[in-house]
């Protein structure tokens, strides 16, 4: 799972399904993002790593020293 993958497509799907003018969301839209919320979800219940966007600058140095 690539947590960075999973969030870039969540707000992909979020930003899509909140534009106004966008005549591309379907159902399948709003399924897509619920597997990926779930899957997300999972990954870091099991002590998988956060979406680089969401970690501090003091965690990225701490996984680079790994």
């Keep these: 799972m690539d947590p960075d993958a999973n969030l870039r497509e ?35 219940s099991k002590g998988g790593f956060m979406p680089q966007e969401w970690r501090g600058r003091e965690t990225i140095a701490e996984m680079e020293k790994a």
């Design 10 to 44: 969540q707000r992909e799907l979020t930003e899509r399904m909140l534009d106004p003018d966008s005549q591309y969301v379907d159902s399948g839209d709003a399924l897509r993002l619920a597997e990926l919320v779930e899957a997300l979800h999972e990954w870091l």
